[in-house]
Antibody
């Protein structure tokens, strides 16, 4: 069974940094592209970033470019999101999501999310 | 950026009724359109991809149609467990974008 478990969320002040992790199990992690999607309180879904299976290609939403860095460790079946210069508007639940193989970047499995609050 | 727009924002239906949800793209996304269901406090769940293909384990009362800029998600007979928020997502172009969602509520 596919399982994605996020961790690392919490309360930080504006300008601070946070590193999220996602532990994957139940599938061959190294052959799947992986993604982060977030959801601000009471709002809709917002794509954050994607990384190819080998980690050689990364994509970011414009508002995160230069501040967030996605990475992965296929030996550890883990996905990461380094978030720097955090702003109040980055407050959200951050989901780790697997991209469907061969179908384009849509998300066929999701973790339960880790909450991030940016507040002074 | 491709903007995805849902209509209506809220749909009130009685159990057993048919529900029709619409999603419009600001430019063509071909058939690269997915639908997700999200219940309160839960992660989203993939329902439909390729505009009309049901994901694994999704009941056949859910169906998707459309292409280019106009898409529809139909629930043929709404069950109690279907009351939720539904999102469309285009994956034809970067950045990937979601619509703001349609909330299906009990009438």
């Amino acid at each position: 069974e596919v399982e994605l478990v996020e961790s690392g969320g919490g309360l930080v002040k504006p300008g601070e940094s946070l590193r999220l992790s996602c532990a994957a199990s139940g599938f061959t992690f190294s052959v799947y592209s992986m993604n982060w999607v977030r959801q601000a309180p009471g709002k809709g879904l917002e794509w954050v970033s994607s990384i190819s299976s080998a980690g050689s290609i990364t994509k970011y939403a414009d508002s995160m470019k230069g501040r967030f860095t996605i990475s992965r460790d296929n030996a550890k079946n883990s996905l990461y999101l380094q978030m720097n210069s955090l702003r109040a508007e980055d407050t959200a639940v951050y989901y780790c999501a697997r991209a469907m193989r061969g179908g384009g970047t849509l998300f066929d499995h999701w973790g339960q999310g880790t909450p991030v609050t940016v507040s002074s | 950026e491709i903007v995805m727009t849902h209509s209506p924002a809220t749909l009130s239906v009685s159990p057993g009724e048919r529900a029709t949800l619409s999603c419009r793209a600001s430019q063509s996304v071909s058939s690269n359109l997915a639908w997700y269901q999200q219940k309160p406090g839960q992660a989203p769940r993939l329902l439909i991809y390729g505009a009309s293909t049901r994901a694994t384990g999704i009941p056949d009362r859910f169906s998707g149609s459309g292409s280019e800029t106009e898409f529809t998600l139909t629930i043929s007979s709404v069950q109690s467990e279907d009351f939720a928020v539904y999102y469309c997502q285009q994956y034809n172009n970067w950045p990937l974008t979601f619509g703001g969602g349609t909330k299906v509520e009990i009438k």
